[in-house]
């Protein structure tokens, strides 16, 4: 098992740039999430996810898109990179209710120069 | 305001020095309480849900308890393997989004 696998690990974009953060998990879980996390600050969810073709807003989705057109996969898009969009992001599934714990994968450093 | 505040935000013991990290909470209607471990350059891994004031999980050298208001997350004869930054989250109303506390860094030293 794979588990969550987020590509890529580190990425260097310039203002205005737009690209793309996968996120594929194998474990067949109804619920995935984004999050970006910041030096002293809690995990702050971006967008989430319960099934196929249904996605939602978190606490800070400005600037950011996801879409849900299978269950194994959940990409996040930037659509223009901003310097306040560096941060280091993961990428989350769990069954629903996430009363389980969640899975997440391995993070994407994003630099915004 | 919901909200989640974790302590210390370090903690630096030696090996074999017992202590407990706090993790305090203000929500209305809490579903879950979770702690997950993050070592460095890792996404976070799920250690406990405690669900109801007066339970209690263990695994290994940690001990998660819940009350009311707060979580302690103790540990016992802790090993250099035990460093890393503990995370404390909160489900709680009539969504599944958690809100995460910022984090105890632990730091064990041999």
């Known amino acids: 098992n794979a588990g969550v696998t987020q590509t890529p690990k580190f990425q260097v974009l310039k203002t205005g740039q737009s690209m793309t953060l996968q996120c594929a998990q194998d474990m067949n879980h109804e619920y995935m999430s984004w999050y970006r996390q910041d030096p002293g600050m809690g995990l702050r969810l971006i967008h989430y996810s319960v099934g196929a073709g249904i996605t939602d807003q978190g606490e800070v989705p400005n600037g950011y898109n996801v879409s849900r057109s299978t269950t194994e996969d959940f990409p996040l898009r930037l659509l223009s990179a901003a310097p306040s969009q560096t941060s280091v992001y993961f990428c989350a599934s769990s069954y629903s209710g996430q009363r389980a714990g969640a899975f997440f994968g391995q993070g994407t450093r994003l630099t915004v120069v | 305001e919901d909200q989640v505040t974790q302590s210390p935000e370090a903690l630096r013991l030696q090996e074999g020095e017992s202590s407990s990290l706090n993790c305090s909470y203000t929500v209305s209607g809490l579903r879950g309480l979770f702690w997950y471990r993050q070592d460095p350059g890792k996404g976070p891994e799920f250690l406990f849900t405690l669900y109801s004031a007066g339970e209690e999980k263990e695994k290994e050298r940690l001990k998660a308890t819940l009350t009311k208001k707060e979580s302690f997350l103790h540990i016992t004869a802790p090993k250099p393997e035990d460093s890393a930054t503990y995370l404390c989250?909160?489900?709680?109303?009539?969504?599944?989004?958690?809100?995460w506390g910022a984090g105890t860094k632990l730091i064990i030293k041999p």
């Open positions: 989250a909160v489900q709680a109303g009539s969504n599944y989004q958690l809100i």
